[in-house]
Nanobody, 126 residues
Framework: QVQLVESGGGLVQAGGSLRLSCVASGRTFSSYAMGWFRQAPGKEREFVTAINWSGDSTSYADSVKGRFTISRDNARNTVYLQMSSLKPEDTAVYYC???????????????????WGQGTQVTVSS
């Protein structure tokens, strides 16, 4: 069982930056591929970005490419989402997710993930 706790959300003006963190419980964090998803009011949960267990492979949704960066620190059991040049349409609850895997892939579909955090709100004002 893995527990995920996100933090770092808040209110920011358009063009600003935020860094989200997701801390995982347990001693096998490096066995998990990680992902960030978001859900805006009235919309389905959507993929944002993902990273493999070692951190050398990543994937991004087209809407965030060049603005968001995912990274991880396996020694700290933490995955980060650095968000820059934020837009009002980035407003959503952001969730981190973990998928236990022995491979080197990244995963962009929500149903592939085994564990989810409770989410952190990001609001971007215009």
């Amino acid at each position: 069982q893995v527990q995920l706790v996100e933090s770092g959300g808040g209110l920011v003006q358009a063009g600003g930056s935020l860094r989200l963190s997701c801390v995982a419980s347990g001693r096998t964090f490096s066995s998990y591929a990680m992902g960030w998803f978001r859900q805006a009011p009235g919309k389905e949960r959507e993929f944002v970005t993902a990273i493999n267990w070692s951190g050398d492979s990543t994937s991004y949704a087209d809407s965030v490419k060049g603005r968001f960066t995912i990274s991880r620190d396996n020694a700290r059991n933490t995955v980060y989402l650095q968000m820059s040049s934020l837009k009002p349409e980035d407003t959503a609850v952001y969730y981190c997710a973990a998928k236990r895997t022995l491979g080197v892939g990244v995963f962009s579909r929500a149903r592939e993930y085994d564990y989810w955090g409770q989410g952190t709100q990001v609001t971007v004002s215009s």
